[in-house]
């Protein structure tokens, strides 16, 4: 058996996704490519340019302790998503426009602490959703919360299914897994900062300037 391409991407014309003779399908355009409701494969790229439009879905049901999942861009046609591409700086912009000009917008669902001993700040997780624009390791970010600025560094980037154990985050800290080096926007994230009195509510921002 060979390696099936599975068309090309409606919206910039490369490859987007191969079916391996073991029938696993493989993104050629990075891990994010995916199949449309109508068939049609976006490449990663272009999926990476349209999460800020379609962002990816995560919602924690408490009640089941599980994590929903549900992506809007899979919803779309081929045709739709031409069009959506056609929409997108503009959709951008506007959304920068109403969340203050700043560089990098995470909207918070969620907080978690943990105390680190007496000398040592606590470490606080924050659960939620980068709008628009990257947050990096190490940056320095300001939480906006009940019309107060804190600021502080950005010491991890993990996945948002680590919302479940919202116990044990001084284990999770000491874990090999790196996690990941970059938030980008349209995907839900856990970020985590070091500060001493840090309290937010769901729907509070952390920017980047
Ligand atoms: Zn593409």
Not at 87 to 102: A, D, I, K, P, T
Not at 122 to 128: A, E, H, R, T
Not at 132 to 155: D, H
Request: hydrophobic share 35%; glycine share 10%; proline share 4%.
């Amino acid at each position: 058996m060979k390696d099936v391409s599975l068309g090309n991407c409606p919206i910039c014309g490369r490859a987007a996704l191969t079916e391996y003779s073991g029938g696993h399908l493989s993104g050629y355009e990075g891990p994010n490519a995916l199949r449309l409701k109508d068939g049609v494969c976006l490449c990663g790229s272009c999926v990476r340019r349209l999460r800020v439009m379609y962002p990816l879905n995560c919602r924690f049901d408490e009640a089941k302790r599980e994590l929903m999942t549900t992506d809007p861009l899979r919803e779309l046609t081929a045709e739709e998503a031409v069009e959506a591409n056609g929409q997108v700086v503009e959709y951008r912009e506007s959304l920068r426009e109403s969340c203050g000009f700043h560089n990098a917008v995470f909207l918070v669902d969620a907080m978690a602490e943990s105390k680190e001993g007496l000398l040592q700040a606590p470490l606080v997780s924050f659960f939620g959703q980068v709008l628009y624009g990257s947050f990096f390791m190490l940056e320095e970010v300001t939480i906006l919360s009940g019309g107060k600025e804190t600021k502080a560094q950005v010491v991890a980037i993990d996945e948002y299914k680590y919302r479940i154990p919202l116990s044990g985050l001084k284990d999770w800290m000491r874990r090999t897994d790196p996690g990941v080096q970059v938030g980008e926007n349209g995907y839900p994230y856990r970020l985590v900062v070091q500060g001493k009195g840090i309290s937010v509510q769901p729907g509070d921002l952390i920017v980047k300037d």
